[in-house]
Nanobody, 121 residues
Framework: QVQLMESGGGLVQAGGSLRLSCAAS????????SGWYRQAPGNQRELVAT???????NYADSVKGRFTISRDNAKNTVYLEMNSLKPEDTAVYYC???????????????WGQGTQVTVSS
């Protein structure tokens, strides 16, 4: 089993910062891609940022220059540093990893439970 535990969400004023963390545990052989997604009420879940095992990053246009994704391989943890937050960043943020549980496993997608980020104006 693979479990993801997110933390760091909360309430912040516009212009403020938050740092989200997502720690993966359980049977993990290798994490290929780690990412953050978000879903606001009434909206579909959307990509925020991803980082590959080779440290290539990808960001949604709406967060470029404000958010930074990073990871700590030793801790199987991925982070999302969010600066200059805007009310439209308000959403539930979900962590996702694409990982193998053992060497000849098929890559599977695993999701965290989500953490609420609320940005007040």
């Amino acid at each position: 089993q693979v479990q993801l535990m997110e933390s760091g969400g909360g309430l912040v004023q516009a212009g403020g910062s938050l740092r989200l963390s997502c720690a993966a545990s359980g049977s993990i052989f290798r994490i290929n891609v780690s990412g953050w997604y978000r879903q606001a009420p009434g909206n579909q879940r959307e990509l925020v940022a991803t980082i590959t095992s080779g440290d290539s990053t990808n960001y949604a246009d709406s967060v470029k220059g404000r958010f930074t994704i990073s990871r700590d391989n030793a801790k199987n943890t991925v982070y999302l540093e969010m600066n200059s937050l805007k009310p439209e960043d308000t959403a539930v943020y979900y962590c996702q990893i694409v990982a193998l549980r053992y060497s000849n496993d098929y890559a599977g997608r695993y999701w965290g439970q989500g953490t609420q980020v609320t940005v007040s104006s």
